[in-house]
Each structure stands twice: as structure tokens, then as C-alpha cells.
């Protein structure tokens, strides 16, 4: 987690022409804003803070990956490890893995049986 958290400001967002790119940097704009909320509440242990500020965040960037491996490290913090296991899961399909074998915020995860099919897809 504290890689993806420690480069706030990247996000891969389509840009477009007009109305269209304004909408889109409004959402990278609010998307940021919750992000450094995450982070505030990642670094205070406050897990439920955490959670809810990340699904906020991804749920203003839908699919963006950086946000979804983050939202994937809060449920894994609060114990939903099947919910987080599929984001995971999300992020490998896109031929990711961002150090998911060795991110602290997911060691509790990798001990439990729903890590298994992440676990399969990084083999």
C-alpha cells in the first residue's frame, strides 16, 4: 500500500476535449482529495476511515488500478478478505501485482484461504 499511497497525484485518466475534460479533472481533482484522506487515515491505523475514503475514491475513478489495489488493502485491514481477494484478483488481470506478495496491509490476507485463487493467478 504505502507505494501506490506515497504518489498521490498520478492517476491515469482519459482526457478529452470540452465539457468532457472538465468532468474528468473535477473526478481526478475529488479522486486526489479523498486519496490524501486515505493516507491521513491509513497512517492513524484508522482502518474504517480508511475503508470508506478508499471505496469514496474508487468509486469516483471506477476501475482506476492504483485506487482499486488500495481499496483492496482496507478491506484486507478490516478482515473482508473475499471482497478484498477479487480486487486483487482485478488488478493481476490488468498484469499487475504491485508487490502484493509483500505489502504489509495484506499479510493477513495472504494467511487465509481467500487468498488462494490470487495466489493462483500470480504463479
Not at 475529488?30 to 493516507?39: D, G, N
Not at 484478483?89 to 490470487?118: K, N, Y
Request: hydrophobic fraction near 45%; proline fraction near 2%; aromatic fraction near 6%.
Amino acid at each position: 500500500m504505502r507505494r501506490w499511497m506515497q504518489a498521490v497525484g498520478f492517476f491515469v485518466v482519459g482526457v478529452s476535449i470540452g465539457a468532457g475534460a472538465v468532468a474528468a479533472g473535477d473526478a481526478r481533482q475529488r479522486a486526489i482529495e479523498l486519496q490524501k484522506k486515505a493516507i491521513d487515515c491509513h497512517e492513524k491505523k484508522d482502518w474504517a476511515c480508511f475503508l470508506e475514503t478508499s471505496r469514496q475514491a474508487e468509486a469516483v475513478l471506477s476501475g482506476n488500478t492504483r485506487l482499486v489495489y488500495n481499496l483492496a488493502c482496507a478491506e484486507a485491514l478490516t478482515g473482508d478478505y473475499a471482497a478484498a481477494a477479487k480486487h486483487l484478483e482485478s488488478v493481476i488481470d490488468r498484469r499487475l501485482d504491485l508487490g502484493i506478495e509483500s505489502d504489509d496491509d495484506l499479510t493477513a490476507l495472504r494467511a487465509s484461504p481467500a487468498f488462494e485463487p490470487v495466489r493462483a493467478k500470480l504463479s
